[in-house]
């Protein structure tokens, strides 16, 4: 889309009304559209995310109920107290399944505008990965992310890894594995902080085999010793598909957690808690048992209103 595009998209859309919400960094657009009626296209979400033409932000997320739009019915269906549905964007328009730090800044957007208020046992969410539980926690939000899996589960298993990864400022391939938080990741061990910095994340890095659907991708580096008191520490910068080298990503963060815990073995078991800073801050993360017996992450963070406005006003 040519600049001239751009600036006519924004322009179609004058009126109407948006939050800039951040979490550890993460911007997004904030829409209310109760019944649906401010639908964008994927040239409009990409016009306003452009941070010289548009309002700026790594996606944009458009707050409905959960009863005006069907992948909300669908939530609404396996849990009825699911009444907003969060439809997250990529900056570059296209759609994600599911989007960590998203869904803190989208309950703090809710509570903020009186759309919502907070239960005592969470505010229960409609994305396209399933319902998932915000509970207040301290300053920010915690949510129930639900269960990760293995995207190659064989080959974790067998390997402890499932790929080289190699790009621009990596000295050899690093070994990687790949996570689905709902949507996919690749996490990615490097030896060092040095590395970490040196790392080319303007462009994608090479994941063989390229999922058809395109990939996330982590650089992450544990901290040594890992535990300390119970806490493990992981540094982490995120390449996001649709978006590109972002300040922070909360699925990205989970799946980190997953990857890293998988390689150190039983010293990884021993952390209660684990705390992840990447560019735009830290997130905790921590494992629960649901009362189905599967194993849910659950990750913590701040969200920040940054401003409100009407667009071309
Ligand atoms: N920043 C998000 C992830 C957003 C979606 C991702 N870019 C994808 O395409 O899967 C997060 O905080 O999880």
Same mark, same amino acid.
Request: glycine share 10%.
């Given at each position: 889309m040519n600049p001239q595009d751009r600036i006519d998209a924004v322009a179609a859309l004058t009126g109407l009304a948006f939050s800039k919400v951040h979490a550890t960094g993460n911007d997004f657009v904030m829409i209310s559209a109760p019944a649906g009626e401010r639908d964008v296209t994927a040239a409009q979400v990409a016009a306003l995310c452009d941070r010289h033409l548009g309002l700026g932000g790594d996606g944009l997320i458009r707050a409905i109920?959960?009863?005006?739009?069907a992948e909300g019915r669908a939530a609404l269906a396996a849990d009825?107290?699911?009444?907003?549905?969060?439809?997250y964007r990529n900056g570059d328009g296209s759609i994600a399944e599911m989007c960590g730090n998203g869904v803190r800044a989208f309950a703090h957007f809710l509570l903020l505008e009186g759309l919502a208020e907070m239960p005592a046992d969470g505010l229960r969410i409609g994305t396209r990965a399933g319902v998932k539980v915000v509970r207040r926690s301290g300053d920010g939000y915690s949510v129930d992310m639900g269960p990760w899996e293995f995207i190659h589960p064989e080959r974790a298993e067998a390997d402890a890894m499932d790929s080289l990864v190699t790009t621009a400022g990596l000295s050899v391939p690093r070994p990687s594995l790949s996570v689905s938080m709902g949507n996919p990741h690749t996490v990615v061990a490097l030896p060092d902080v040095a590395e970490l910095a040196a790392a080319d994340l303007h462009t994608l890095p090479a994941? =063989?085999? $390229?999922?058809p659907n395109g990939i996330n991708v982590e650089y992450v580096v544990p901290s040594?010793?890992?535990?300390v008191d119970r806490v493990a520490a992981i540094d982490m910068r995120v390449h996001e598909r649709?978006?590109? =080298?972002? $300040?922070?990503c909360g699925t990205g963060i989970c799946a980190a957690v997953v990857a890293v815990r998988h390689w150190a073995g039983p010293a990884g078991c021993d952390a209660a808690a684990w705390a992840v800073a990447v560019p735009g801050g830290v997130c905790g993360v921590r494992f629960v048992q649901a009362p189905d017996g599967a194993e849910h992450v659950v990750l913590s963070g701040p969200a920040v209103r940054v401003a409100t406005g009407v667009l071309g006003v």
């Open positions: 109920r959960s009863e005006s739009l009825p107290g699911a009444e907003w549905f969060m439809d994941v =063989e085999p $390229l999922p040594e010793p890992l535990v649709g978006v590109g =080298e972002t $300040l922070s």
